[in-house]
């Protein structure tokens, strides 16, 4: 029999069972804290890494597919796939818009590059563009579906191209990433440049527009997810223009941003006109809209609706004008409301967390829906990342973070096996190219970038910048150690609490330009490096602004610790995936045009030898001199030193990888995939170095002192 416990143990025991219960109570009122390598912050953690995450996919990464990987020499940009040799709208659109904000130089110029094949080579109705049968003249204005140097299609080059009109709804998207690109960048030689060609495309479109309706004629292969929309079918079997819903949605989109761009200029009559045409075309949307609120496809001249979801006949629902109204706002937030709850009353439009172009299966395109064109396939119903990333910053918008999370979380199921491929088939759950040993495209980074413009949306005007935080209510802290850019300011934002916004401190100084839902910055307001902490809920402000974010990035871009270990939750998760797609036969698209068996041309991978580890090593060293001399001579900030840095970090990464692959840190491919996702960052680091020394070769005879100095900065670092 057990002695009854005496007075001072049973208080000693009741004070340990106190302090015991109400330690784990304090642990458990404590939010989880998370460090990563961009993101840090408390409370939802597994968020927090996701975003992280994306963020890590657009610098050199050892674990993940990255953006330098996708850097061609050839007009030294960004090139949208290993077998996809030139630069589209339709594919770049959603992954361009939602990185700009946060992408730094050397990305910058690349994306400008690559857009400059567009704007260079558009349509004059003089300049004939590719080989025949694709050696279309288009119309003034007219920009392209694709283009690579000294060749250029103005048309949809997939399908019957001889009956495609011109890329109306291509042109109004390459205005929307060319606008923001100006608006954030707030270059005024740039916009001198490119704003009478944004008047010219903006002015093309006009053509289209019908005054007595104020909505916009486009023919077959004219919209963005071409060659899905047939336009008209007329009773004599041939096919003309319909009303496009989603020309009306883009261009307005356009025009928001060729007002703001006008007003920058110092134009007051344009921004007046461009103001007066998206106010109008606003008022032709409700002949495509339904009772729901949601956007048609496209009205045909004689009355017929196509898109009205589960109508007897063209009873499918048209996802892209009606994401895109949200993403960009469109329509107001009501209507955003009510556009979502038909879009979530779909089960089928996202089978697999992406969203589909449509469903159910279009009946009105100019094929027969098989083969190629098959429900879940190519345009009709298979699922582009381009897309998404529209889709995501609707989710943000609407506060639909659980969308948001498992879209980031189904990308990491092709990233995590180097498949970041598009179109992605079987309705957005498998690879289109399965016989290559890995995939990688531009359009796959378009939900990661959307996953983080979403969190403060970045509404940029001529006068400042209107921050809209989208901040889950599971996390309490969060920090982003990056820049935005803001004109030539750098911002660096944080958010404690949750809720709506009742105080914000720039640089620890409490600002009142904000309300409970945004913060407003005007530009000549900010400060040139800003620190802004948004209080939500009440909270009261931290006791100093973060420092982190500064010294992380300040002046060079830096390759810190790679951060790759996951909670046992996502740990699980990945290991229970499979390790390789399904093996199915290739897909071969020359059933589908010409501009296909362009594309096919440059699918086979590179067999170039590349440097071994000891050239690598030369060629960093090489570059860390040259970086030393150009900021002894104050060149260090610039696009070329840029550039010679992000060599560098990809270079440096390639012996993380293989450090954390031989410490099992990493989990391994299959064998052909392992060795081509190894290949890939040395020809990524190779391809930044030779790009870069094309450059100053270029500069040796340049009539700019300064790019002279940079070539000689240049031969001197090689010859060490």
């Known amino acids: 029999m057990n002695s009854p416990l005496r007075p001072a143990a049973v208080i000693a025991l009741t004070a340990a069972a106190y302090f015991l219960v109400n330690g784990m109570r304090a642990q458990a009122a404590t939010p989880a804290s998370f460090e990563g390598k961009f993101f840090s912050g408390r409370g939802d953690v597994e968020y927090l890494r996701l975003l992280d995450i994306a963020r890590r996919m657009f610098d050199p990464d050892p674990e993940f597919q990255n953006l330098s990987m996708l850097y061609t020499t050839n007009w030294n940009g960004l090139v949208e796939g290993p077998t996809w040799d030139a630069w589209w709208i339709q594919n770049s659109y959603g992954t361009t818009y939602a990185a700009l904000p946060f992408v730094q130089e050397p990305f910058v110029t690349f994306l400008q590059n690559s857009q400059d094949l567009w704007f260079d080579q558009m349509g004059d109705g003089k300049r004939v ?25 103005y048309k949809q080059g997939d399908g019957r191209i001889g009956i495609h009109d011109w890329g109306m709804e291509f042109t109004a998207a390459g205005i929307v990433m060319q606008a923001e690109w100006l608006l954030i960048s707030r270059d005024r030689e740039a916009i001198a440049k490119y704003l009478p060609r944004l008047e010219r495309s903006a002015n093309f479109i006009e053509t289209r527009r019908d005054p007595t309706n104020n909505l916009f004629l486009a023919g077959p292969a004219g919209n963005l997810l071409a060659p899905s929309y047939a336009g008209w079918k007329k009773p004599d079997g041939t096919y003309g223009p319909a009303y496009l819903a989603g020309l009306s949605v883009t261009y307005i989109a356009a025009l928001d941003r060729l007002i703001e761009l006008a007003k920058l200029a110092g134009d007051s009559q344009k921004a007046k006109l461009y103001k007066q ?82 469903y159910p299966s279009y009946d009105d395109m100019y094929e027969k829906p098989e083969g190629l064109w098959a429900f879940g396939t190519w345009v009709n119903g298979g699922h582009w990342s381009t897309c998404e990333a529209r889709m995501m910053l609707g989710y943000y918008r609407l506060g639909r973070f659980e969308d948001a999370r498992h879209s980031m979380r189904q990308l990491l199921t092709f990233a995590e096996k180097f498949r970041m491929d598009n179109p992605l088939v079987k309705c957005g759950s498998d690879v289109y190219q399965p016989k290559q040993p890995i995939n990688l495209t531009y359009d796959a980074f378009g939900p990661p970038a959307a996953f983080i413009r979403g969190l403060f949306e970045y509404l940029y005007h001529a006068d400042g ?39 914000v401190r720039v640089n620890g100084r409490a600002w009142n330009k904000h309300d409970a839902t945004s913060v407003f910055l005007p530009y000549d307001e900010t400060p040139n490096t800003a620190r802004i902490e948004i209080l939500l809920g009440g909270v009261k402000p931290q006791i100093t602004p973060s420092a982190k974010a500064a010294t992380k990035l300040a002046g060079a871009r830096l390759l810190s610790s ?64 040259f970086l030393d001399r150009m900021k002894a001579a104050g060149l260090g900030a610039g696009y070329e030193a840029a550039h010679a840095q992000l060599a560098l970090d990809a270079i440096a990464t390639i012996p993380v990888r293989r450090r954390l692959l031989a410490e099992g840190k990493l989990k391994p491919l299959p064998e052909l995939s392992q060795a081509a996702a190894d290949k890939s960052y040395v020809d990524a680091a190779t391809k930044l170095r030779d790009g870069l020394e094309n450059i100053f070769r270029a500069y040796e005879d340049s009539d700019q002192p300064q790019r002279r100095r940079m070539h000689q900065l240049w031969m001197a670092s090689q010859s060490d």
């Open 562 to 625: 790679p951060g790759i270990s996951p909670d046992s939750k996502v740990r699980a998760r990945r290991e229970s995936r499979p390790t390789g797609s399904s093996v199915r036969p290739g897909r071969v698209l020359t059933t589908a045009g010409p501009l296909a068996r362009y594309r096919q041309s440059a699918a086979a991978p590179s067999t170039t030898g590349a440097p071994d580890s000891v050239s690598l090593e030369q060629r960093a060293a090489k570059l860390r001199a």
């Open 277 to 358: 045409r998206r106010d109008d075309a606003k008022k032709g949307l409700a002949l495509v809209t339904t009772d729901e609120g949601y956007f048609i496809r496209s009205l045909d001249p004689d009355g017929v609706r196509h898109g009205v979801f589960g109508a007897a006949h063209h009873g499918y629902f048209e996802a892209s004008p009606n994401h895109d109204a949200i993403a960009f706002r469109v329509v107001a937030d009501a209507q955003a409301e009510r556009i979502f709850q038909k879009i979530a009353s779909i089960p089928g439009l996202r089978p697999h967390h992406f969203v589909l172009p449509n």
């Open 129 to 153: 563009g590719a080989p025949p049968p694709m050696n279309w003249v288009a119309p003034d204005g007219a920009l392209c579906d694709a283009a690579r140097p000294g060749w250029i299609v």
């Open 465 to 503: 910048l209107t921050l809209i935080p989208h901040i889950p209510e599971t996390i309490t802290e969060l920090e982003q150690n990056f820049q935005i850019r803001f004109g030539k300011k750098q911002l660096f934002l944080s958010t404690v609490g949750r809720g709506s916004i009742t105080g």
